[in-house]
């Protein structure tokens, strides 16, 4: 369909319900451990408040599974997730 002007209409997004949020942050953050691993960062765009949420829950859930502290930018378009540089002096204890 052609739009006068050459305009688009605006993009109407459903919110996720919860199951698919939580599928959501499953899959994507074995992606972002893949990431992580191999090239040490992540950027995606996240360009809705919810898909930042989304986006930061994930990195949390890679930290959780890498074990290591990892850290999530946001810009309001893009998101980085990376991991985190360790304080001088500081140690960890099991």
Excluded at 10 to 18: F, G, I, K, S, Y
Excluded at 38 to 54: C, K, N, V, Y
Excluded at 65 to 71: F, K, N, Q, S
């Amino acid at each position: 369909m052609t739009h006068p002007s050459g305009t688009q209409p605006a993009v109407r997004r459903t919110p996720l319900n919860a199951e698919e949020r939580a599928r959501g942050e499953i899959a994507f953050s074995q992606l972002v451990v893949e990431h992580l691993t191999t090239q040490g960062r992540f950027r995606i765009t996240a360009d809705s408040p919810e898909m930042t949420d989304l986006w930061q829950a994930v990195a949390r859930r890679a930290g959780e599974t890498l074990r290591r502290p990892v850290v999530s930018y946001a810009n309001g378009r893009d998101i980085v997730i990376t991991f985190a540089q360790e304080a001088p002096g500081l140690t960890s204890q099991a």
